[in-house]
């Protein structure tokens, strides 16, 4: 089993700065992309960064400029660092990682990959 287990949520003012963090821990094999999403009430989840066990990243055109993600690999953690903040930013955040895990069988040992999900981080911005 893996989890992820985000924090860094909050509530601040429009212009200000928040830094979220996602730590998965667990039976991992490696990590390969890892990302976060964003749902607001009433709109369908939305990627907002990611970024590929290389470091490769993509932004939704919304963020770009303003925020930053980023890994750290040895401690199998993605940071998303959120600055210019504002209103349209509201949303429940969610930490997502495409995660390698062993299977052992008696007779050979095995890696299938899964789509693991936090279980989201509220970040509300006030105008």
């Known amino acids: 089993q893996v989890q992820l287990v985000e924090s860094g949520g909050g509530l601040v003012q429009a212009g200000g700065s928040l830094r979220l963090s996602c730590a998965a821990s667990?039976?991992?094999?490696?990590?390969?992309?890892m990302g976060w999403y964003r749902q607001a009430p009433g709109k369908q989840r939305e990627l907002v960064a990611a970024?590929?066990?290389?470091?490769?990243?993509n932004y939704a055109d919304s963020v770009k400029g303003r925020f930053t993600i980023s890994r750290d690999n040895a401690k199998n953690t993605v940071y998303l660092q959120m600055n210019s903040l504002k209103p349209e930013d509201t949303a429940v955040y969610y930490c997502?990682?495409?995660?390698?895990?062993?299977?052992?069988?008696?007779?050979?040992?095995?890696?299938?990959?899964?789509?693991?999900w936090g279980q989201g981080t509220q970040v509300t911005v006030s105008s």
């Open positions: 970024i590929t066990s290389g470091g490769s990243t």
């Open positions: 997502n990682a495409f995660v390698a895990v062993e299977h052992h069988t008696r007779l050979v040992v095995t890696t299938v990959e899964y789509d693991y």
């Open positions: 667990g039976s991992i094999f490696s990590i390969n992309a």
